[in-house]
């Protein structure tokens, strides 16, 4: 799913089917595969603008998810919940961990059952013009070249998590709107993350475990539609 509207929008939608929770999913050619027994939940909940756009998103089982973020954008993400463990793009991830995605280019991730993630994507013309009025030495428009991580502090985990739980409109802020949340405030911390001592998480070095997982969850999507 794209952003194609001028007006803010929301929205809370819960879903028994992958496939219609991965055409829903903001961004582009999603495809979450589960790779555990059960029933699989999902919920997704998000706030867009013409600009900008936030999305939470939940599955009860573990999964095998790729896709690719919204072009033109900065995309950031934050784990609520990897118990289990989970891998992105070669690195291990947890709550403490800020995803930098590659713009419009495809990532892949395996998550644990229980797994919750925010989004959060900002033009590149509004991000860029925002760093500027914060003097931040940041070129808005490499962010996105490449896939990054970094460990953020538990206060900085705190704040980003609750700027984005009201923005996406799980909590009230008192004093901001969500579109002031998402316009200004999320992406302004965001952004100034990138210029802070938030340690680099460092990609994890392939070996014969993760190639083997990979073998496995290839099978697994190759016989999805066989009956054992």
Not at 178 to 200: F, G, I
Request: proline letters at 3%; hydrophobic letters at 35%; charged letters at 20%.
């Amino acid at each position: 799913m794209s952003i194609a509207t001028q007006q803010a929008e929301s929205r809370t939608a819960r879903f028994n089917s992958l496939y219609r929770y991965s055409e829903s999913v903001l961004g582009s050619g999603f495809d979450f595969q589960q790779l555990d027994c059960g029933r699989c939940l999902c919920q997704l909940d998000y706030y867009l603008t013409d600009t900008n756009s936030i999305q939470r998103l939940s599955m009860s089982r573990r999964t095998r998810e790729r896709g690719a973020p919204l072009d033109k954008c900065i995309t950031f993400g934050l784990v609520l919940n990897s118990k289990g463990g989970m891998s992105w793009n070669n690195y291990c991830v947890d709550e403490s961990t800020l995803l930098i995605f590659p713009a419009g280019k495809q990532f892949e991730g395996i998550s644990p059952a229980g797994f919750v993630v925010y989004t959060a994507s900002f033009d590149l013309e509004s991000a860029a013009t925002l760093a500027e009025q914060l003097e931040l030495k940041l070129v808005v428009d490499k962010i996105g070249e490449q896939v990054r991580a970094l460990r953020l502090s538990p206060e900085d985990v705190s704040r980003v998590k609750r700027l984005m739980d009201c923005a996406v409109g799980k909590y009230h802020h008192q004093d901001y709107t969500q579109h002031h949340l998402l316009s200004e405030l999320l992406p302004s911390k965001l952004l100034s993350l990138l210029v802070s001592e938030a340690t680099p998480v460092v990609p994890q070095k392939i070996t014969a475990r993760s190639r083997a997982l990979a073998r496995a969850t290839d099978y697994i999507e190759a016989h999805a539609h066989t009956t054992l």
